[in-house]
């Protein structure tokens, strides 16, 4: 049996991003996590980017044929972990509920960006938006 593969874009830029997704954990039984640096670009990205997400705004998804984005895919990324570990637990426990995770996704986002503001980082800007490459 072969694992599939499933597909966790962000931005590795961000240490909190990059220590959440490095940490997250899927049940053995679903596949495998690849980690995906949006910075990167490629294929995916311009599948994010067809659909009008702004990965600057959120993290997606890949799960087979389906994505995820912002707060659907840290909530499918809970639904999916393999709960070993406090970490995996907690994160389980907080985002399982996806009324939970629309409602505290934005002010994780809004952290997120203080802190990439602080460090002095640029948007990826997929969307090509005009005047939108600082935080």
């Known amino acids: 049996m072969t694992s599939r593969e499933i597909l966790l874009v962000y931005d590795r830029q961000c240490p909190v991003c990059d220590a959440y997704c490095r940490m997250a954990r899927i049940r053995e039984s679903l596949g495998v996590l690849q980690l995906v640096n949006a910075r990167d670009g490629g294929v995916l990205l311009d599948e994010i980017t067809a659909r009008g997400w702004d990965?600057?705004?959120g993290m997606v998804l890949k799960v087979g044929d389906?994505?995820?984005?912002?707060?659907?895919?840290?909530?499918?990324?809970?639904?999916m972990?393999?709960?070993?570990?406090?970490f995996n637990r907690l994160t389980y426990w907080v985002f399982q509920s996806r009324g939970v995770?629309?409602?505290?996704?934005?002010?994780l986002r809004f952290f997120?960006?203080?802190?990439?503001?602080?460090?002095?980082?640029?948007?990826?800007?997929?969307?090509?938006?005009?005047?939108?490459?600082?935080i």
């Open 55 to 57: 990965i600057d705004q």
């Open 112 to 134: 997120r960006n203080m802190l990439m503001k602080s460090k002095g980082r640029t948007k990826i800007n997929n969307l090509d938006l005009q005047d939108n490459e600082r």
């Open 81 to 86: 972990s393999s709960r070993s570990g406090v």
């Open 101 to 107: 995770a629309r409602a505290l996704y934005p002010v």
């Open 66 to 79: 389906e994505l995820y984005y912002g707060a659907d895919a840290i909530h499918a990324l809970s639904l």
